[in-house]
């Protein structure tokens, strides 16, 4: 079976532009959530979606948007980008009910 | 405002010899805590997990405490090897309200030395 897939792996923009950034969960998997990887900050939870429906959001501003698509696959915009948002950014998926998440490679995000 | 903290950014460990990862929450609702692994370049994999129900989970060389009053776990691992070499997180999550959203800590990278 298919892991978590993201894409791009790797990304470089500039200050105010915007980013969009992919992720197709394990088949089957209906629950996807997004996370922040900075250093000394571990993984920051962003947002989860489960069937097109935003069931959960972290502590982030509204520049940070998501969203998912019927096939589970999901995608998350970042709107007006700052230094600040340099970072790893990660989508992991699991099965309904199950805490246990299945995590992708991640996107390296660098904004100059 | 941390609500899952692991005080101990790094840990150096003989190769044999038992390892010690130490993780501290403070949301009372927690009710189920994980133990992730991270390789360099790679997203973290899943490791172990407990219930609040239970105060301890065995896995193989992998054993995770729970102490709920002390609001507080730990990851064993017995004996150590030079491949457990990687960033640990610990994580937690309401199942009762919100089992999708998982808090993870700051992480502690552990080596082992040979």
């Known amino acids: 079976k298919a892991g978590v897939t993201q894409t791009p792996r790797y990304l470089i923009k500039t200050r105010g532009q915007q980013v969009t950034l992919s992720c197709s969960p394990i088949s089957g998997h209906r629950s996807v959530s997004w996370y922040q990887q900075t250093p000394g900050q571990g993984l920051q939870f962003l947002f989860e979606?489960?069937?097109?429906?935003?069931?959960n959001k972290g502590n982030f501003p509204g520049r940070f948007s998501g969203r998912q698509f019927s096939n589970s696959r999901s995608e998350m915009n970042v709107s007006t980008l700052e230094l600040g948002d340099s970072a790893l950014y990660l989508c992991?998926?699991?099965?309904?009910?199950?805490?246990?998440?299945?995590f992708g490679p991640g996107t390296r995000l660098t904004v100059l | 405002d941390q609500q899952v903290k692991q005080n101990s950014p790094s840990l150096s460990v003989q190769e044999g010899r038992i390892s010690i990862l130490n993780c501290d929450y403070t949301n009372s609702m927690f009710d189920y805590f994980l133990w992730y692994k991270k390789y360099p370049a790679e997203g973290p994999t899943f490791l172990i997990s407990?219930?609040?129900?239970?105060d301890k989970n065995e896995d193989g060389r992998f054993t995770v405490f729970l102490n709920k009053s002390a609001k507080h776990l730990s990851l064993h691992i017995v004996p150590s090897q030079p491949g457990d070499s990687a960033v640990y997180f610990c994580?937690?999550?309401?199942?009762?309200?919100?089992?999708?959203?998982?808090?993870f800590g700051p992480g502690t990278s552990l080596s082992v030395i040979p």
């Open positions: 979606y489960f069937s097109e429906t935003q069931r």
């Open positions: 994580a937690a999550s309401d199942m009762k309200t919100s089992y999708d959203k998982v808090i």
């Open positions: 992991a998926s699991s099965l309904v009910g199950r805490n246990e998440q299945f």
């Open positions: 407990i219930s609040s129900i239970k």
